[in-house]
């Protein structure tokens, strides 16, 4: 790795930094690599600008970092089921994954990053939100986060709000399942394997209720946070454009991808890692 080109610029003061000095199509050096996982760790989601990856380059630098593991309700790639191809059409109204939340918490092993590839880009919107959950945690009151730790948290994978975001995707790339099968059980505030903070581990798309509360006794504390998790302080926001590359810790942050783009086309190649239970 050449220090003299390898850069790590912030983009907000919550979170997210933009990487300069690296090609991800060829051959990454393991002191690149370790770096790139430094400023993952340390700023949550980073980003890569002009960037040139064949299906094949994008599976080879996710191997990098962790193993691929498949999205259950969308086709991946025919030659490549690792990469989720992630189409709105320009006839499309639905956003894939358009609301709050982290990837895939339905699951028994939910991911511990994402990595996203911008091909087909619209000339504006688009953008993608995302929140630090550490920030999230750390901002609750003390009686509050004492509560919280001692909670576990109810996920489905279709919980009505976010069933919407997959209509049209659905159509045209299902996987065969109806996307409502799914449900998880994990902590309301998780400790991060790698850093060893605490974040706040619920989310609007796909929290229903704390494990031993009803839904109606869950709700007014997880409405609460919900709007809290997500302040504008807690956030950044990437602008997309072709060859854009976006890498995103799972464990720790939120993301939401902005729907304001209809009659554009947009095709992203997203690659899940496979996580480890939370605790």
């Not at 609007?204 to 504390?221: D, K, Q, Y």
């Not at 302040?231 to 729907?259: L, M, Y």
């Amino acid at each position: 790795m050449a220090k003299d080109l390898f850069t790590v610029m912030p983009v907000a003061g919550a979170l997210g930094a933009e990487i300069g000095g690296v090609d991800l199509s060829g051959e990454l050096p393991e002191a690149t690599v370790a770096a790139i996982r430094k400023a993952l760790l340390d700023h949550l989601v980073i980003f890569f600008r002009d960037q040139e990856l064949t299906p094949e380059q994008l599976l080879a630098f996710s191997l990098r970092f962790g193993q691929p593991m498949a999205y259950p309700f969308v086709k991946g790639l025919e030659h490549l089921p690792e990469i989720t191809p992630i189409l709105k059409r320009e006839e499309d109204r639905s956003n894939f994954g358009g609301i709050w939340h982290s990837d895939t918490v339905y699951q028994p092993i939910p991911p511990m990053g994402t990595i996203l590839y911008g091909i087909d880009i619209p000339p504006y919107g688009g953008d993608t939100e995302f929140a630090n959950q550490y920030l999230a945690y750390e901002t609750l009151s003390e009686p509050l986060r004492r509560f919280l730790d001692g909670l576990t948290a109810v996920h489905i994978s279709g919980k009505g709000a976010v069933q919407k975001t997959r209509t049209d995707m659905m159509k045209h790339s299902s996987a065969g399942l109806k996307g409502d099968e799914l449900i998880s059980r994990h902590p309301a505030v998780r400790t991060h394997p790698e850093t060893g903070r605490k974040a706040l581990y619920v989310n609007l798309a796909h929290t229903t209720h704390f494990e031993g509360m009803t839904e109606e006794e869950s709700t007014p504390i997880l409405e609460y946070l919900f709007r809290h998790q997500v302040k504008a302080e807690f956030t950044c926001r990437f602008r997309w454009a072709k060859g854009s590359v976006a890498f995103w810790d799972n464990r720790a942050t939120q993301h939401n991808p902005i729907n304001d783009y209809h009659g554009f086309r947009r095709l992203m190649h997203r690659v899940t890692l496979m996580g480890e239970k939370p605790v």
